[in-house]
């Protein structure tokens, strides 16, 4: 007995340092990456006065308004900067940890298998960038981990009040981001899987199932309006479904890294792979069916959501790696029975192809943080700033990233939206507007990120160089300045 209270407090310890290596791996290079637009927009959305960010509720096409809600009074408390904003997601990447393994225990992976597990969430380099990204997307893959965590628990004891919880914790996904509302079929082919072993929990998962129907009725009216609207179109280019999976194995196994050989994944995959094919579960509290159900729960978890998403997108193309990102708990959670697969055939060979997934997250992760990858609007603007005279004015290009300079900048920053040539422009069209917006001005920023987004043509660019003579210019991190002193008769708003 004492020899098995001794293993339970050396288990537990070992639980303890992953989670501490998961913060501290998080929290080194935190704010090493410049703010993107999204990561402006969550601060001024969750800024928002009180009537408009009730009001967003019920808006059509808004995404994840309760995190904007959950996250206002930290920000209020912490303040608006990159730390503070970062911070919070930082918190629930870290808490995904530990849910992981928890959760891979309960499915009936072995105890050596579930620290594996611990350790490739903790090191993984996409689930470190997410959880140094202000968005909801660390938030989301949390607490998917807790919605399935608690359907577990409430199929393995029952009990009506651990289904009160997985209903509150699933509705609470919905309002944080609206994929995660594929978590309603995902669970029920989980029931189904689990059919007739656990037949006797159907009236308490059938409560949850219609409590469900309810909170997300208001979303269901406005997402099928757009989804059936001709006007709908949010910018995806449409996906096919092999390309859908080899992006998201890109992702999950290599996060930001750029891949030049497949070699780089072949760890992970083997282990995948073993744990589907290979892997058993011994499921703590009620069976799940049979031993390898639990495999197919996971194997579920990862594919369904997939395509699910792609028959949406045979519609209306909505696929980014980062709307599934809550499927990757799923993939290291197979990784880690494949470890325990492999090892009981040889111990060495798991070994190795463990150190070389881990090897492979910690090389990707230091790129990640060494490397700038977002939109360089921090460095832009300061450069920018210091040379900036008081009569220049500034034009963004998609005028969109107004939002991020002026973070870094300031509000009271000169700027002015270029025309928009994107709907078929003509270049006389553009000349007429932008004589009319310069007129008076000496010199112009062109601060150009996304363009291709609202001048494909590069016209309002065209203009500048025949308008004005290019004093210098600077290439950040997807982002170009270019500074133009513009020739006095169209300073002066004059016709040649």
């Given at each position: 007995?004492?020899?098995?209270?001794?293993?339970?407090?050396?288990?537990?310890?070992?639980?303890?340092?992953?989670?501490?290596?998961?913060?501290?791996?998080?929290?080194?290079?935190?704010?090493?990456?410049?703010?993107?637009?999204?990561?402006v927009?969550?601060?001024?959305?969750?800024?928002?006065?009180?009537?408009?960010?009730?009001?967003?509720?019920?808006?059509?096409?808004?995404?994840?308004?309760?995190?904007?809600?959950?996250?206002?009074?930290?920000?209020?408390?912490?303040?608006?900067?990159?730390?503070?904003?970062?911070?919070?997601?930082?918190?629930?990447?870290?808490?995904?940890?530990?849910?992981?393994?928890?959760l891979?225990?309960?499915?009936?992976?072995?105890?050596?298998?579930?620290?594996?597990?611990?350790?490739?969430?903790?090191?993984?380099?996409?689930?470190?960038?997410?959880?140094?990204?202000?968005?909801?997307?660390?938030?989301?893959?949390?607490?998917?981990?807790?919605?399935?965590?608690?359907?577990?628990?409430a199929?393995?004891?029952?009990?009506?009040?651990?289904?009160?919880?997985?209903?509150?914790?699933?509705?609470?996904?919905?309002?944080?981001?609206v994929?995660?509302?594929?978590?309603?079929?995902?669970?029920?082919?989980?029931?189904?899987?689990?059919?007739?072993?656990?037949?006797?929990?159907?009236?308490?998962?059938?409560?949850?199932?219609?409590?469900?129907?309810?909170?997300?009725?208001?979303?269901?009216?406005?997402?099928?309006?757009?989804?059936?609207?001709?006007?709908?179109?949010?910018?995806?280019?449409?996906?096919?479904?092999?390309?859908?999976?080899?992006?998201?194995l890109?992702?999950?196994v290599?996060?930001?890294?750029?891949?030049?050989?497949?070699?780089?994944?072949?760890?992970?995959?083997?282990?995948?792979?073993?744990?589907?094919?290979?892997?058993?579960?011994?499921?703590?509290?009620?069976?799940?069916?049979?031993?390898?159900?639990?495999?197919?729960?996971?194997?579920?978890?990862?594919?369904?959501?997939?395509?699910?998403?792609?028959?949406?997108?045979?519609?209306?193309?909505?696929?980014?790696?980062?709307?599934?990102i809550?499927?990757?708990?799923?993939?290291?959670?197979?990784?880690?029975?494949?470890?325990?697969?492999?090892a009981?055939?040889?111990?060495?060979?798991?070994?190795?192809?463990?150190?070389?997934?881990?090897?492979?997250?910690?090389?990707?992760?230091?790129?990640?943080?060494?490397?700038?990858?977002?939109?360089?609007?921090?460095?832009?603007?300061?450069?920018?700033?210091?040379?900036?005279?008081?009569?220049?004015?500034?034009?963004?290009?998609?005028?969109?990233?107004?939002?991020?300079?002026?973070?870094?900048?300031?509000?009271?920053?000169?700027?002015?939206?270029?025309?928009?040539?994107?709907?078929?422009?003509?270049?006389?069209?553009?000349?007429?507007?932008?004589?009319?917006?310069?007129?008076?001005?000496?010199?112009?920023?062109?601060?150009?990120?996304?363009?291709?987004?609202?001048?494909?043509?590069?016209?309002?660019?065209?203009?500048?160089?025949?308008?004005g003579?290019?004093?210098?210019?600077?290439?950040?991190?997807?982002?170009?300045?270019?500074?133009?002193?513009?020739?006095?008769?169209?300073?002066?708003?004059d016709k040649?």
């Amino acid at each position: 007995m004492i020899q098995s209270l001794s293993q339970g407090r050396a288990r537990r310890a070992i639980l303890l340092i992953i989670v501490w290596l998961a913060f501290a791996w998080r929290a080194w290079g935190l704010t090493s990456q410049s703010l993107w637009r999204d990561e402006v927009d969550v601060i001024r959305f969750a800024t928002r006065p009180w009537p408009e960010m009730l009001a967003v509720f019920r808006r059509p096409g808004e995404n994840g308004p309760l995190f904007y809600l959950l996250l206002r009074p930290w920000l209020a408390v912490a303040g608006q900067s990159e730390y503070a904003l970062r911070y919070a997601a930082l918190w629930a990447g870290v808490i995904a940890v530990p849910l992981a393994v928890i959760l891979a225990r309960r499915l009936g992976a072995s105890r050596p298998a579930s620290l594996a597990v611990g350790l490739f969430m903790a090191t993984n380099p996409y689930l470190t960038w997410y959880s140094q990204d202000g968005k909801m997307y660390a938030l989301i893959t949390t607490l998917a981990l807790a919605s399935s965590l608690t359907f577990v628990f409430a199929l393995q004891k029952g009990h009506l009040w651990r289904w009160g919880l997985y209903w509150l914790i699933t509705t609470i996904c919905f309002y944080i981001h609206v994929m995660a509302v594929l978590l309603i079929p995902l669970h029920a082919l989980w029931f189904l899987v689990a059919w007739p072993r656990e037949r006797r929990r159907w009236w308490g998962y059938g409560l949850a199932l219609a409590g469900l129907v309810l909170p997300y009725l208001p979303l269901v009216k406005w997402q099928y309006r757009l989804l059936t609207a001709r006007w709908f179109h949010p910018g995806f280019p449409f996906i096919p479904l092999d390309q859908m999976f080899v992006v998201l194995l890109l992702a999950l196994v290599r996060g930001f890294y750029p891949v030049s050989s497949a070699w780089s994944l072949m760890p992970a995959v083997f282990l995948t792979l073993a744990g589907l094919w290979m892997g058993e579960c011994r499921p703590i509290g009620a069976w799940i069916g049979h031993r390898r159900g639990p495999v197919l729960w996971l194997g579920l978890w990862f594919t369904f959501p997939v395509f699910a998403l792609f028959a949406i997108s045979l519609r209306v193309p909505l696929f980014t790696d980062r709307y599934l990102i809550w499927i990757t708990p799923a993939f290291w959670i197979l990784a880690g029975l494949g470890v325990s697969a492999v090892a009981s055939y040889s111990r060495w060979i798991a070994l190795a192809v463990f150190g070389c997934v881990i090897a492979f997250n910690l090389q990707a992760t230091g790129y990640q943080t060494q490397v700038p990858i977002k939109s360089d609007f921090r460095q832009a603007a300061a450069w920018m700033e210091a040379q900036r005279q008081p009569d220049d004015v500034i034009m963004p290009i998609m005028p969109y990233i107004r939002h991020t300079y002026a973070y870094y900048a300031g509000d009271d920053v000169p700027i002015v939206e270029p025309p928009y040539t994107n709907a078929g422009a003509t270049p006389e069209e553009v000349d007429e507007a932008m004589r009319r917006l310069l007129s008076g001005r000496a010199g112009v920023w062109l601060v150009a990120s996304e363009e291709e987004a609202w001048d494909r043509r590069k016209l309002v660019r065209a203009w500048l160089e025949d308008h004005g003579q290019l004093v210098t210019q600077r290439q950040f991190t997807r982002v170009e300045v270019l500074y133009y002193h513009l020739k006095p008769p169209t300073g002066m708003g004059d016709k040649p």
